[in-house]
Structure formats: C-alpha cells, structure tokens
C-alpha cells in the first residue's frame, strides 16, 4: 500500500516513538494503527536502518541511534567567560538543521543555564554533554562549583537544602539581583520537555515523582542540569513566556507544582509560610495541587485566608484538586 508523503512521515515518526519507548510488537501496533501490512512496516524499518536512524539489535528489536559529542572547559580558558561563545562553537552547529522555533528555545536554555556556570558555581570546570538521536536532544551541562541548592539556601538563609530546591519552582529567585532577573531556570523548565537539576544529592524536576531513576544518577559535587526537547516540538518559546508574563509589567505570574514542593500533603501553617515566602512578587499564583489527595486545616488556613488576606491583590489559582482538598479550601474560606 502506498502513502502519501504526509501519511509515510507520520508512519515513520510513529515506529520511531515506539522504538524510543522500548514497547513490544512495533511492527503489529504500527500496521494496525496506519492499516497497512506488517511487509510495509518492514520495509519503512529496513529503511530506517540503512539511512542510520535505527539500529537493529535482533529480530523485531530496534534502537534509535544516537550521537553524542563532548567538551570539557578549563575556567582559565578565555571562551569560558562568554556564554554566546561557547554556545555557538560547541551546541549551536549541532541543531542547525532543527525547525526555527526548536533553534530559539535552544538559545535561550543553553544561554541562560551556561550564564549561571560562569557568573554563580565558581567553578574551574564546565562539562557539555550533547546527545542526539532522530527524535530528541539531550543537553546536559555540569560544573563542579558549588551547588545551586547550597548557593540558594546560603542566599537566603534557609533551614535546609530542601527548602532551597522548593524555592526554585517559584521564580524570580537570583542570588544577584543585579545582573540576573532570576527568570532563566522558571522559564527553562518550562520551555524543555524534560527539565532536571542535580546537586547535593537532591533533584529539582517537574517530573520528579515520574522519574525514580534519577536517583542513580546524582553527581557528588556541583550541579548538573540536564534538558531534553524533541527535534519537532512545536513550542514557541514567546507563547511559553506570554503564560507567565507581559510586555508592561514583565514576570508576574507563576505556577507552583504542590506535589514536588512537599514531599507530602502538607498540613501545617509552617508548611503554608514556607510556601507563601516571596510569592509578594506575582500579581498570580496558579496551585497545582495534582497528586495531592488531601491538606491540612492549618495549611489551607494559613494560605487561602491569612495570606489571602494580607496581600488581596495577589490572586491565587488553584487548579488540580480532588474532592477532599477543594472541600477543605472552601471549609476554611467559610469559617
């Protein structure tokens, strides 16, 4: 059976996700799904082998080739205190042939994650990792300075490294406020579709709960931030920027991932002051309470009545709520 041009690139796009995904019976799901014979099948993965995207490993079983190319800096090497330059000698010829929209959001996360290494880690070495295979990228950048979280928590003189971690899912944080916004890792793990710190023996990721693996992997010293985006995503990074700011008033709300900010269903008021910390710079506060099956009277006192009340031009949204959590909200709303 022939496809036309469109069809045959949605066929080949759908075998490589299934061979990414490591599922079983490729040839069956795809046939089945794009009603063609398992022999058209065949010859799209033969294909695919000869041109290098693929790999076989034996029969029916397939892997994406990847590539993966590798720098280390030296502090005392002059391209180390721009991170325009380092970004276009070593990252920036590797996604030359990506769509313009996947190119800028590269500019922009790479920019801003290789800018903290120079100007907050004090590091005398900056590791690049780059891994590519058809469908994504990976950009894994580390440094063996001192750690974000530990930087962070110094910075704002935290009880502990935990609470630092939970501070970066707020934004607008920055131990320089004169140089930096504190914009760039909010809006970098938003704009990548997998967005991790490593550092201290802590993660920082959206993904957190969806990623046990991750704990293997945790560096001893400084951090490792690791960003994965697919070669076709059609995010645009203005539209990214335009949910959380505008052109006036600039970086004024933010979105706060409740079930990776606690390890638990908080409880407390001190849990809620904790929460409540800074969130006096936004005009909005979006709570994503998904993954929460319940919360404390304290807490829901503290954030929805008391702070609520000191600060009544700050909307908070809550979004994500079961039965029980929207249940306790309006409890102490009506007390």
């Not at 099948?41 to 029969?59: A, M, T």
């Not at 907050?120 to 063996?144: E, M, P, R």
């Not at 490294?161 to 938003?190: M, N, P, Q, W, Y």
């Not at 802590?202 to 994965?228: A, C, Q, S, W, Y």
Request: charged content about 25%; some cysteine; glycine content about 6%.
């Amino acid at each position: 059976m022939s496809l036309n041009a469109n069809r045959a690139e949605q066929l080949k796009l759908y075998l490589l996700e299934k061979i990414s995904q490591k599922q079983s019976s490729v040839v069956r799901k795809t046939a089945e799904a794009f009603d063609v014979t398992p022999a058209t099948v065949y010859r799209y993965l033969e294909r695919l082998e000869r041109d290098g995207v693929i790999q076989k490993q034996k029969r029916d079983q397939y892997v994406l080739t990847t590539r993966t190319e590798y720098t280390r800096l030296d502090r005392d090497n002059p391209i180390f205190a721009s991170e325009d330059a380092i970004y276009g000698q070593y990252i920036r010829p590797l996604l030359a042939a990506y769509p313009a929209n996947v190119r800028r959001i590269w500019d922009y996360l790479c920019g801003e994650i290789i800018n903290n290494v120079i100007d907050h880690s004090q590091a005398v070495h900056l590791d690049i990792t780059v891994t590519q295979d058809y469908l994504n990228t990976c950009v894994q950048i580390a440094d063996d300075g001192i750690g974000i979280f530990e930087k962070i928590r110094d910075y704002l003189g935290l009880p502990n490294l935990e609470e630092a971690v939970g501070e970066l899912f707020k934004g607008k944080l920055t131990t320089d406020s004169v140089h930096h916004s504190g914009e760039g890792i909010f809006f970098s793990s938003r704009l990548a579709d997998e967005f991790v710190i490593f550092s201290s023996g802590l993660i920082f990721t959206h993904n957190r709960f969806e990623n046990d693996k991750l704990l293997n992997e945790l560096p001893t010293t400084g951090t490792v931030v690791r960003m994965t985006l697919s070669n076709f995503s059609k995010k645009e990074a203005k539209d990214v920027f335009d949910l959380y700011a505008d052109p006036d008033s600039g970086f004024t709300k933010t979105q706060i991932p409740l079930r990776q900010y606690f390890e638990s269903s908080p409880v407390s008021r001190s849990q809620a002051k904790r929460l409540c910390s800074r969130l006096d710079r936004f005009r909005e506060v979006t709570l994503d309470f998904t993954g929460l099956d319940w919360i404390g009277q304290g807490f829901a006192h503290q954030l929805f009545v008391v702070f609520q009340n000191e600060h009544p031009t700050i909307r908070l949204r809550p979004i994500g709520m079961t039965e029980d959590v929207e249940k306790m909200v309006r409890h102490v709303m009506q007390a």
